[in-house]
T-cell receptor, first 114, second 114 residues
Framework: NAGVTQTPKFQVLKTGQSMTLQCAQD?????MSWYRQDPGMGLRLIHY???????DQGEVPNGYNVSRSTTEDFPLRLLSAAPSQTSVYFC?????????????FGSGTRLTVV | AQSVTQLDSQVPVFEEAPVELRCNYS??????LFWYVQYPNQGLQLLLK??????LVKGINGFEAEFNKSQTSFHLRKPSVHISDTAEYFC????????????FGKGTRLHILP
């Protein structure tokens, strides 16, 4: 089925470990983004991309890196995990210029850092 | 920059009663407005959107919202709720033509009482 696929669904990390959250979409969407969701905080934008080779920072970029080598994939890297990064992470995508018509969201990755 | 304020973090309502979830926005430019719904342990789905034109917008599952420019509000309403409407609802805003970013409110959790 077409859509946004996030892997893994669940992950436990130790403080200081690194990992990559994967996001892939098969709708040929130019725009992709990463949000984190925390209780009482809503969704906060981490990083976003308007096309392959182009990325930019959102509201809460510290501690996260992204790259966009293909249209389909937009991985999120945690270089040195901290307990404050315990959260649910959502990837979203849309056609460029039509993002204002709404995003397609993945089902999320629940990350716990101990 | 745009921002969104959802005035209630939780709203309890009896089944078959009407409900209104409140949302106010702030922006120095014209905006697009959205409501998303998140059912337990799922990603976000677009409920409805206001882009232009009629200020009364109808969405899925019997929800509607009214754009009020003078009050900078975009409240969500449903005349009769069901147990299946139990979810968290997010109001969101974006600026037309500006890098497709969508800014989310902190969410309102709707509790349906039997």
């Amino acid at each position: 089925n077409a859509g946004v696929t996030q892997t893994p669904k669940f992950q436990v990390l130790k403080t200081g470990q690194s990992m990559t959250l994967q996001c892939a979409q098969d709708m040929n969407h130019e725009y992709m983004s990463w949000y984190r969701q925390d209780p009482g905080m809503g969704l906060r934008l981490i990083h976003y991309s308007v096309g392959a080779g182009i990325t930019d920072q959102g509201e809460v970029p510290n501690g996260y890196n992204v790259s966009r080598s293909t249209t389909e994939d937009f991985p999120l890297r945690l270089l040195s995990a901290a307990p404050s990064q315990t959260s649910v992470y959502f990837c979203a995508s849309s056609y460029l210029g039509q993002g204002n018509y709404g995003y397609t969201f993945g089902s999320g990755t629940r990350l716990t850092v101990v | 920059a745009q921002s969104v304020t959802q005035l209630d973090s939780q709203v309890p309502v009896f089944e078959e009663a009407p409900v209104e979830l409140r949302c106010n926005y702030s922006s120095s430019v014209s905006v697009y407005l959205f409501w998303y719904v998140q059912y337990p342990n799922q990603g976000l789905q677009l409920l409805l959107k206001y882009l232009s034109g009629s200020t009364l917008v109808k969405g899925i599952n019997g929800f509607e919202a009214e754009f009020n420019k003078s009050q900078t509000s975009f409240h969500l309403r449903k005349p009769s709720v069901h147990i299946s409407d139990t979810a968290e609802y997010f109001c969101a805003v974006s600026a037309p033509g500006r890098d497709d970013k969508i800014i989310f409110g902190k969410g309102t959790r709707l509790h349906i009482l039997p």
